[in-house]
């Protein structure tokens, strides 16, 4: 559920409001200054409508007239617009020229932090935020050659037949075929799919009990790391390679070997040899595009076996 469809959540404005409970302040600004924290945060970004009066005062178990002046409040400070037949809405300016964060928005103390209340910054095992992630701009598609991994050109896609497949999926029979869980086995459909059709364009030849189908490629690397890699198993990665995959090996173990590459793809020597698992994108490295060499892929067959 996005946090912008959260807000609409009873629950939710209800732990909000608790939030802001701080002594000094009255109902009235209680209810104002949860807004004001929400729509600062980007919780209620501009232009949303916010609960009815009558809603929000049911939801918060308080009288409608406190929400009524909390509302009337906040027109008044530009926060908030009224709209004839149509209710409240976030005002479509109010983040113009504002830097500061929630906190800013009143002039009450800080408030407490209450002892019991758990500090989960002090559980993580690790912390995904400092890790490398791919970045993409934002208006990659108003540019003449956008090189940004993980995108599809939309004039070479198959959008009609994409769509035509889409629709066949999505009738009441293939809905039925597909839809229920089943437990310990994929769709036998697609599984027959991707063994006749997919794989064997790939050099690949499986058994249907050979192939498990996953979310996407993290989903399946992140199950195999789970599988294969403990705190002490050494991990040989592509330099420069799949971001995604230094980070899920990362979480799993402190060894990640970085592993140099020209234009034949992972250099191969003695380097390999203290490695227990090697991550390689030989058909189309990442991000380099360079293909691995026969040889070296001879190479790199010759010390797994």
Same mark, same amino acid.
């Given at each position: 559920?996005?946090? !912008? ?132 701009? !934002? %208006? ?10 993980? !995108?599809?050109?939309? %004039? ?17 029979? %293939? ?5 229920? %869980?089943?437990?310990?086995? #994929? ?5 027959? !799919?991707?063994? =006749? ?64 590459? #020209? ?12 490695? #227990? ?21 001879? =190479? ?6």
């Amino acid at each position: 559920m996005s946090s !912008q469809a959260a807000m609409h959540q009873p629950v939710m404005w209800e732990r909000l409001f608790e939030r802001e409970s701080a002594p000094n302040l009255s109902l009235q600004g209680r209810v104002r200054q949860m807004l004001v924290s929400a729509i600062l945060s980007g919780h209620l970004p501009p232009g949303m409508p916010v609960p009815s009066s009558r809603q929000l005062a049911d939801q918060l178990r308080i009288a409608r007239n406190t929400v009524v002046f909390a509302y009337q409040q906040l027109v008044s400070e530009g926060y908030l617009v009224s709209r004839e037949r149509s209710g409240h809405f976030v005002c479509d300016s109010v983040m113009q020229g504002h830097s500061g964060s929630a906190s800013d928005a009143a002039p009450s103390a800080p408030e407490a932090e209450p002892p019991d209340r758990v500090r989960w910054d002090e559980r993580l095992r690790f912390r995904p935020s400092r890790q490398r992630n791919i970045t993409k701009p !934002q %208006d990659w598609q108003k540019q003449p050659y956008p090189f940004v991994y993980g !995108q599809f050109d939309a %004039d070479l896609f198959p959008t009609a037949e994409w769509r035509e497949c889409c629709i066949k999926a999505l009738s009441v029979l %293939d809905i039925r075929s597909w839809a229920p %869980d089943l437990i310990t086995h #994929d769709d036998p459909a697609l599984i027959e !799919q991707i063994r =006749t059709q997919v794989l064997p364009r790939r050099g690949v030849w499986a058994d249907a009990e050979e192939i498990v189908i996953t979310v996407g490629a993290q989903h399946a690397l992140y199950l195999l790391a789970d599988l294969l890699v403990n705190e002490d198993t050494v991990v040989g990665m592509e330099d420069p390679g799949y971001p995604d995959a230094r980070n899920i090996f990362a979480s799993h173990t402190r060894h990640l070997l970085p592993m140099p590459v #020209d234009e034949g793809g992972l250099c191969t020597g003695t380097h390999l040899l203290g490695c #227990d698992y090697l991550f390689v994108t030989p058909g189309h490295q990442c991000p380099t595009t360079v293909t691995l060499s026969a040889e070296r892929r001879e =190479t790199l067959l010759a010390l797994a076996r």
